[in-house]
């Protein structure tokens, strides 16, 4: 991406615009990539049988959110979860009462709605959480931020504008000292990056659908993940923790860059080149991938937004195969510790990234 395109990016998310104003999106190369050359007719029919999965895990479930079997409920997040599985509806051209999924769309904005806490007196307005739920905690927050952005951005509607202004504002006042988040909905002196990026990626998708975003909150998240980066080019958990430095953490501190504004500078590229590396060692020691998922679909992203489309096409065709061959007949993924819904919603939205018209995901 030209310098141009790279300041005046940054220029937009950082602009500050008055709340409800609609704001411009950044430039984006969308069309100067052929989406067919990545998506294949096997593709979008495991894409057709994942949504058809996802569809019938939440009429089980009967509010909104998405079932889980009952061997699978030590480690639901059903927050999270829920909220992933909107976003890959979303991505296949879904939107609340609109598509071929509308109704699916529809249910989850209400779970999502009924899970905000717009209590003018409470310490946590904003936070959009699930009584039980354990595991998805500011994780969760961040997924279903997202998904609300995206959904008001192609709705308008006041009662998602409402909830979304507060969980924007939630995220804002819970960054920590150091410019990360941490697991709690407060600012604390613990943070971390997989919660960053999450949260980044709202306060982007926030500010795209022309919601105000504080840009000191945007600038310090972002000298944060840059500090995050190792001797070895990949990037930690946390700061200092080079013992946990991976390629799914690097391609989580690209993704984070690139809701930033930042795109293609030296940092990104030379990050680019050290994520190959582990990948290729991994691949010589047979190291086993911890939280596939997560890695799968931080690196689908990192890869796509990168001007130098060979990196995408060096990653996904293979990557695409093998989702498409390891598909289920019922249309879902195991082996997840998270589960068969989060894995098949994950999934989903991989496959789906080369032609979405989720904002998000656009180059």
């Known amino acids: 991406m030209s310098a141009l395109l790279v300041s005046t990016a940054l220029a937009v998310l950082l602009a500050g615009r008055d709340a409800g104003t609609a704001a411009p999106r950044a430039p984006r190369l969308q069309d100067e990539l052929p989406r067919a050359e990545f998506t294949t007719p096997e593709a979008q029919r495991a894409r057709a049988r994942a949504l058809a999965y996802l569809a019938a895990a939440q009429e089980r479930a009967g509010d909104g959110s998405f079932a889980v079997t009952d061997v699978e409920r030590e480690n639901y997040a059903p927050l999270g979860v829920s909220a992933l599985a909107t976003l890959a509806f979303l991505a296949d051209g879904n939107a609340p009462g609109r598509g071929p999924h509308g109704a699916v769309v529809e249910r989850a904005l209400e779970y999502l709605l009924r899970h905000t806490d717009l209590s003018p007196e409470s310490t946590r307005r904003g936070y959009i959480s699930v009584q039980g739920d354990g595991l998805s905690r500011t994780h969760g927050h961040g997924f279903a931020t997202l998904a609300l952005a995206e959904i008001y951005g192609s ?190 919603a994950v999934n989903c939205l991989v496959l789906s990234i080369p032609d979405s018209d989720l904002p998000i995901f656009q180059r």
Not at 178 to 195: C, L, Q, R, T
Not at 237 to 243: H, I, K
Not at 301 to 310: G, K, L, P
């Open 155 to 344: 709705t308008s509607q006041e009662r998602v504008r409402a909830a979304l202004v507060a969980a924007v504002q939630r995220i804002e006042q819970s960054q920590g000292s150091e410019g990360g988040w941490e697991y709690e909905p407060y600012a604390v002196p613990a943070h971390e990056g997989s919660v960053t990026v999450c949260h980044v990626q709202a306060l982007r998708a926030a500010h795209d659908a022309g919601i105000q975003v504080d840009p000191e909150v945007v600038r310090r998240a972002e000298e944060y993940v840059r500090r995050l980066q190792a001797p070895n080019g990949l990037f930690c958990y946390t700061l200092g923790d080079t013992r946990r430095a991976s390629a799914a953490l690097a391609a989580a501190a690209i993704t984070t860059l690139n809701a930033t504004g930042r795109y293609d500078d030296g940092l990104i590229l030379g990050t680019v080149d050290a994520i190959w590396a582990d990948l290729a060692l991994r691949a010589e020691t047979d190291r086993p991938i911890f939280c596939p998922e997560y890695e799968r679909l931080y690196l689908a992203q990192a890869f796509w937004q990168i001007s130098d489309t060979s990196h995408f096409r060096r990653w996904f065709e293979e990557e695409r195969n093998r989702l498409v061959r390891t598909q289920e007949d019922d249309g879902s993924w195991r082996g997840s510790r998270f589960g068969s819904v989060y894995a098949t």
